[in-house]
């Protein structure tokens, strides 16, 4: 039984600079499951953060077609992508992009504002999600007060408060010594299991990429190719 979340067809996208285009994406047709964990790796330059950003309503593509649960990106409004982005994402980031002067359960909750969640409720959301990832203690702290694994905790709690079918994270645990960036994707793994969300994470490392379902390999704008794995195993 499949059920595609994401389908992109002959999907391709260029970049103008001055008078020549730069092919970014040149024509990828990838398929993935709801439930999956896929990992898009390839040298710099490759295309992987195009193809996530295309996935993630950013970028509009210049040719093909990206679906992402029943909506076809390319022809949607600005509106329709702002709510996609909304309802349907979370997005976690290499340098976490948390508000400095914020705590962490005010970090989690800024999602749910725009999402226009009712004050009163948001606070119990924060606190439930970041007890969720074993965050309850540092609720009240702001990040310079946190470790960089405990940020990037709090920046996936905030990615997962208006509970998002979708994961996409870009170099999640490039600012992390390895032993933290593997509780990371330990973290990230196990969400993708027990909550049956789908996540696609771009990383140029394969120690990274080990942890997902399938590495899905760019070279110059295209899939090169597709690997299934025995994922490493979260304890
Ligand atoms: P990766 O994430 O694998 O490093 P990117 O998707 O960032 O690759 O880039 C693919 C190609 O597209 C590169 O040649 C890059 O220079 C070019 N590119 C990406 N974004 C832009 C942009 N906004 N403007 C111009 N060129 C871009």
Redesign the pocket.
Known sequence: MTDPLITTTALARS?Q?GKTS?A?LRGVDLTVQAGEFVALV?P???????LLHLIGGLVRPSVGEVWVHGLELGGSSDTQLVAYRRDTLGFIFQSFNLLPIKSAWENVAVPLMLAGVPQAQRKARAIEILGQLGLAARAGHRPSELSGGEQQRVAIARALANRPRLLLADEPTGNLDSRTGGEIMALLQRLVREEGLTMLL?THDMGVARFADRIVH?RDGLVERIEATEPELAR
Do not use: C, D, W
Not at 44 to 50: L, R
């Open positions: 970049y600079m730069v970014a390839g710099s330059g490759s295309g992987k953060s195009t771009v760019l």
